[in-house]
């Protein structure tokens, strides 16, 4: 697979990352360990050097499992992981970046990830009570002990990710991009490129509604996060469709999958863009990374992007509890 580097920090991986998220959480369909470790190490064969983890995913347990599925092969991937939540056996989980807590739960990624170091670390949300400065300054801190070798942050506004890069400069931001969702345009997309930032989209294929498989009568399994996302009501996907179908037209002129389609688009917006599209199948995981070979026209991108320009896509992504969450 090609390459990219993310942002000017030096970081070269894959160019489509892993999300393993959904091998473990938030999707209802949590794989069995060595189904999930055969995924993984599939992606390693495909030339997928990239794998994207969390704490809170899980919880935990994702971590585990991606530890154990990249042992044989550790020093030839990168893998990121975040910190950021207080992860609490009953009640909801809170945000916590305290520096103190930072450096326990680094710790204990690390142990989990059976690794001596996290190439990239992110916070994964904004917490309103700790300055950011504080938190660059703490993963300094681990950078400079050798356990940490890039900073990174997700979902951040633009002012928290230039005073973070004031400090410790950030090698890449994670966000929501797709042409499901793309208000990173406004004002993220061109701040990162102004500082020489990368940018990890998460959700690439509008958690699977730009892959063609869903429609107005889809039903998602008990624990899938979809049934409480307002863009995934039966109102909101058939409503936004329309989004589908443009891509849908282009990818059968192409001989290629609508996520095929939707995956080279975003790779076509930037050179330092790096989407990490998951899923728990290896036929989706060989249609995903195809995508990275696909070419896209000047002709191809004009239609889809100003046909996208043209839909008024329905519903926010997220209900008020997560949205709150959202540093912007």
Request: glycine share 8%.
């Amino acid at each position: 697979m090609l390459t990219r580097t993310l942002g000017t920090s030096g970081l070269d991986v894959s160019a489509i990352g892993f999300g393993c998220m959904g091998l473990s959480h938030a999707y209802g369909l949590d794989v069995a360990e060595q189904d999930g470790i055969d995924v993984i190490r599939t992606a390693v064969d495909l030339g997928v050097t990239f794998f994207d983890t969390a704490q809170v995913y899980g919880p935990f347990s994702n971590e585990t499992l991606l530890g154990k599925a990249l042992a044989p092969v550790r020093d030839q991937v990168v893998i990121a992981t975040k910190f950021g939540f207080g992860i609490h056996d009953s009640g909801p989980n809170t945000l916590n970046s305290k520096p103190d807590h930072i450096r326990a739960t680094v710790e204990d990624s690390l142990r989990r990830l059976n690794t001596d170091r996290i190439d990239l670390l992110y916070q994964h949300r904004v917490d309103p009570e700790v300055p950011i400065e504080d938190v660059a300054g703490t993963v300094e801190e681990l950078i400079d002990a050798g356990k940490v070798a890039h900073f990174g942050l997700s979902e951040a506004g633009v002012d928290v990710i230039r005073r973070a890069h004031a400090v410790q400069p950030v090698t890449a931001l994670q966000g929501e991009y797709s042409l499901f969702w793309r208000e990173p345009e406004a004002e993220i997309l061109p701040t990162l490129l102004q500082l020489g930032i990368g940018l990890v989209p998460f959700s690439p294929l509008g958690k699977g509604f730009l892959t063609g498989t869903i429609d107005s009568t889809t039903r998602f399994p008990d624990g899938d996060l979809r049934n409480n996302l307002p863009r995934f009501t039966e109102e909101a996907r058939a409503a936004n469709q329309a989004l589908v179908d443009v891509i849908a037209r282009v990818a059968a002129r192409l001989d290629a999958t609508p996520a095929q389609v939707a995956l080279a688009w975003v790779l076509t917006q930037h050179p330092k863009i790096v989407p990490i599209p998951g899923t728990t199948k290896t036929h989706r995981l060989r249609e995903n990374t195809a995508a990275a070979d696909l070419q896209l026209t000047d002709t191809d991108l004009t239609d889809i992007t100003s046909a996208a320009d043209k839909i008024d896509l329905t519903a926010d992504r997220y209900p008020e509890a997560m949205q709150r969450w959202i540093n912007r």
